[in-house]
């Protein structure tokens, strides 16, 4: 009986999550400047959210602090002309400081989840093994199938 294994991914490193994530909010900036006011405070604040949470899903909680302050410059800086200047009105710079500080909230938890979910260990580890039908049973049928695959494509005839 096979036990369960949670799913475990490394987190992005936080100078990758910062540079996808400030320019996924450059492009939400200038898609409402581009909109010329189609596109309400309230929804830039949102997508700005959006960005911040994925960004704290997969990457490290160090990051999120810096991406939700850059959010919220980009949520509060591009609903109304000038656009892109950090002068933005009291009404969409306080729903953007409550929008993006539950993001970071959000994010931050997702963060750590991750994190906690990846310290858990379960399952038959290589360090268990100690014999070749040990080893075999640690490796899942996936892996065992692309290595016979690879092996055979791989190496000569």
């Given at each position: 009986?096979a036990?369960?294994?949670?799913?475990?991914?490394?987190?992005?490193?936080?100078?990758?999550?910062?540079?996808?994530?400030?320019?996924l909010l450059?492009c939400?900036?200038?898609?409402?400047?581009?909109l010329h006011?189609?596109?309400?405070?309230?929804d830039?604040a949102?997508?700005c959210?959006?960005v911040?949470?994925?960004a704290?899903?997969?990457?490290t909680?160090?990051?999120i602090?810096?991406?939700s302050?850059?959010?919220?410059?980009?949520?509060?800086?591009?609903v109304?002309?000038p656009?892109?200047?950090?002068?933005?009105?009291?009404?969409?710079?306080?729903?953007?400081?409550?929008v993006?500080?539950?993001?970071?909230?959000a994010?931050?938890?997702?963060?750590?989840?991750?994190?906690r979910?990846?310290r858990r260990?379960?399952?038959t580890t290589?360090?268990d093994?100690?014999?070749?039908?040990?080893?075999v049973?640690a490796?899942?049928?996936?892996?065992r199938?692309?290595?016979l695959?690879?092996?055979?494509?791989?190496l000569?005839?």
């Open positions: 009986m036990r369960w294994q949670p799913l475990t991914w490394p987190g992005v490193p936080a100078y990758l999550a910062l540079g996808i994530g400030t320019s450059l939400i900036g200038a898609t409402a400047a581009a006011g189609r596109m309400s405070g309230g830039v949102v997508a959210a959006v911040v949470v994925a704290g899903v997969a990457s909680p160090a990051a602090v810096a991406l302050l850059i959010g919220w410059m980009t949520a509060a800086s591009f109304r002309p656009y892109g200047a950090l002068h933005p009105t009291p009404g969409q710079a306080e729903l953007s400081a409550v993006l500080a539950g993001a970071a909230t994010g931050t938890v997702a963060s750590f989840a991750r994190l979910l990846a260990r379960s399952g290589l360090v093994v100690g014999r070749l039908t040990g080893l049973s490796v899942d049928v996936r892996r199938v692309l290595g695959v690879l092996a055979a494509v791989l000569p005839a």
